[in-house]
């Protein structure tokens, strides 16, 4: 099967960064859909930024100018650049893998962002 790590999640205070990333292992495709989520309490899980192995990316509206999806196939990992963060951003970040019609999920990170 396949196995997702996610790392770099943590506290932070609003207008900082965080740098969160993910390193998939297993029977991974060559081609695959990388992406992270987020859930806050309370609230269904929600997409936040996907990139494809051909480097095409997808982001949910409130990240778009603040967080940056980026991967590299030969180690299948993806990293998620965020910038200005806001309190609103807090939540648990999971990372994701669609792979060969299977969804497969991390164990989720903490992102705890002070106002």
């Known amino acids: 099967q396949v196995q997702l790590v996610e790392s770099g999640g943590g506290l932070v205070q609003a207008g900082g960064s965080l740098r969160l990333s993910c390193v998939a292992s297993g029977r991974i495709s060559s081609f695959n859909v990388m992406g992270w989520y987020r859930q806050a309490p309370g609230n269904k899980r929600e997409l936040v930024a996907t990139i494809t192995t051909g480097g095409t990316t997808d982001y949910t509206e409130s990240a778009k100018g603040r967080f940056t999806i980026s991967r590299d196939n030969t180690k299948n990992t993806v990293h998620l650049q965020m910038n200005s963060l806001k309190p609103e951003d807090t939540a648990d970040y999971y990372c994701?893998?669609?792979?060969?019609?299977?969804?497969?999920w991390g164990q989720g990170t903490q992102v705890t962002v002070s106002s």
């Open positions: 994701h893998i669609l792979t060969s019609g299977y969804n497969y």
